[in-house]
């Protein structure tokens, strides 16, 4: 029997993409990697790291600068890039070649209008597309995922300058998916603080104080981020009886049931090591629990409308654009 290697695509291998092209090398099945960007550092960066691996499944590399230049065929293909751009790779990377998955970064796109846009696309194509939202991975979240099933609860998110415009999705989403609930998440942002700061990263944006919300009618959560000295991000899950404290920077989980307390290690694997489980079940395993486009593309979308909303506010004006990435 012959075996065919698995095509795959990076598209931007900076810091995050770069780490997904790590997580392929620690898969024992043959794959054929390219990868796209427009920066030729992050390119020999990727060469590098493959030379000095010497990737024992990777049979070939290649590096280009342009969706043009890659293979028609490609098996799994991963959109890497800032959100700035991302709608006008996933459109030419779909209309142009023949991809059966796809996984996008987060935050996905910058305006309401490009969601329902790429969606129809991927339906159009009928590209298996799931978004980066990794922690629904995470063995211990899907455990807490079933100790909280049919149960009501608040959940509480908070620490300072973590960057909650562009890091707020991956919590709202693991609110969602340990909710239970089909239905998208009801956000408000009128309490973030009147001030839009300029992020990190050049031409994007971030914010802090807090977004608050519901989930069906069994859940409510806030998440913070304070404008003050950074402090890693903390969640408090109350529930009936029970209390939940994750540090997840600590990789610790404590649960406090009336008198006692028990602290049990809470895994949260980097992407360089989780990426590679996520290539493995989209590629050979047929799937992987990471929320599909449509479910995130509503959750996403009720984020980006409090967002929008509060910008609109703090500037007088309506806003169609939400700089984060």
Known sequence: MIFVAKKVVIIGVGNIGFRHFQALERLEEKLEVQVVDVVSENLEKVKAEYSANGSNN???????????????????????????VRRQLAEELL?????????????????????????????????????????????????????????SFDVVVTGSDWGLGCNAI?????????????????????????????????????????????????????????NSTPAPVI??????????????A????????????????????????QGADIAKAILFEGGCTLPSYEVSAKIHKAMLSALLDKMGKIEGSKVDICKIT
């Open 58 to 84: 990777i049979m070939s590399l290649k590096t280009v600068s342009s969706v043009s230049e890659l293979d028609n065929d490609i098996d799994y293909a991963i959109i890497a890039t800032s959100s700035a």
């Open 95 to 151: 209309k142009t070649k023949h991809v059966q998955n796809l996984l996008l970064e987060k935050v996905l796109f910058q305006k309401m209008e490009d969601y329902d846009a790429v969606g129809s696309l991927i339906k159009e194509k009928g590209v298996n597309t799931w978004v980066s939202c990794c922690r629904r991975m995470n063995k211990s979240y899907q455990k807490l995922k079933k100790e909280l099933a049919g149960r």
């Open 170 to 226: 991956h919590l709202i989403d693991i609110i969602c998916y340990l909710s239970s609930s089909e239905t998208a998440p009801v956000c408000n942002a009128d309490m973030l603080d009147n001030e839009i700061h300029q992020s990190k990263r050049p031409g994007y944006i971030e914010f802090t104080g807090t977004i608050n919300g519901t989930v069906g009618d069994r859940v409510k959560f806030s998440v913070t981020s304070l």
């Open 235 to 248: 969640l408090y899950i109350f529930c009936e009886n029970n209390i939940y404290i994750i540090r997840e």
């Open 250 to 273: 600590e990789q610790k989980i404590f649960r406090y049931t009336g008198e006692s307390v028990e602290e049990m290690v809470f895994e949260m694997p980097f992407l360089s090591v």
